[in-house]
């Protein structure tokens, strides 16, 4: 008889430990869907913002009549990790990186500049969206100050969004935190010239 007890009392230990295990295994599963889940909808949410942004700069464009891509200069930022006040202001290095670019142009008559402001992931998404609108201002104020007509400059922020390196390291972040100028020429034929595959890059900080 206490045979008999012993065996049901540990078979009913058993199924209560596999019972156990199989809700831990449900609960594990699900926690993983919710997880799955979650990360898809902040992928679409982040391409859904890409997308808008390259929507609203391509609006700016369309102002102008057959547009060609004539020219491209990034600007490098050495600093700048984090927003704090005054990280949006344009170095003296940085001004004089944007004056040796426009130097270079030469004639900038009928030019039209899209000035895209690009973050690493340090902090908040809507941190440093602001952080690279704030930024890309900065630079077309400068722009419009050297002389360039200000409906023709364009600002875009993408913040931590278009990546160009790894973000889990310093030199990945540095890469990222960039300023990206596009320079348009209103073409007078309708086969717009194959752009320039290499882009200008300075480095220098704010």
Request: charged share 30%; proline share 2%; net charge positive.
């Amino acid at each position: 008889m206490q045979a008999r007890d012993g065996k049901k009392r540990f078979w009913t230990i058993c199924s209560n430990v596999m019972l156990i295990g199989s809700l831990s295994g449900c609960a594990t599963r699900q926690w993983v869907l919710e997880q799955m889940e979650l990360h898809d909808q902040r992928v679409t949410v982040t391409e859904q913002r890409v997308g808008e942004v390259d929507t609203k700069a391509n609006e700016a464009l369309a102002r102008f009549n057959n547009l060609r891509l004539e020219r491209q200069f990034v600007l490098n930022l050495r600093g700048g990790s984090k927003f704090t006040s005054g990280s949006s202001r344009l170095s003296e290095d940085g001004k004089r990186a944007v004056s040796g670019f426009l130097s270079d142009l030469g004639d900038t008559e009928g030019l039209v500049f899209l000035v895209a402001g690009h973050t690493d992931a340090t902090g908040s998404e809507e941190k440093n969206y602001e952080l690279g609108q704030k930024r890309a201002a900065s630079v077309a104020r400068y722009l419009t100050k050297q002389g360039i007509d200000p409906f023709r400059v364009t600002t875009v922020s993408y913040g931590e969004d278009k990546p160009v390196a790894d973000n889990q390291t310093a030199e990945g972040k540095r890469r990222n935190r960039r300023i990206e100028i596009s320079v348009y020429r209103e073409a007078f034929t309708s086969t717009p010239r194959a752009p320039n595959p290499q882009a200008e890059v300075h480095d220098s900080a704010y």
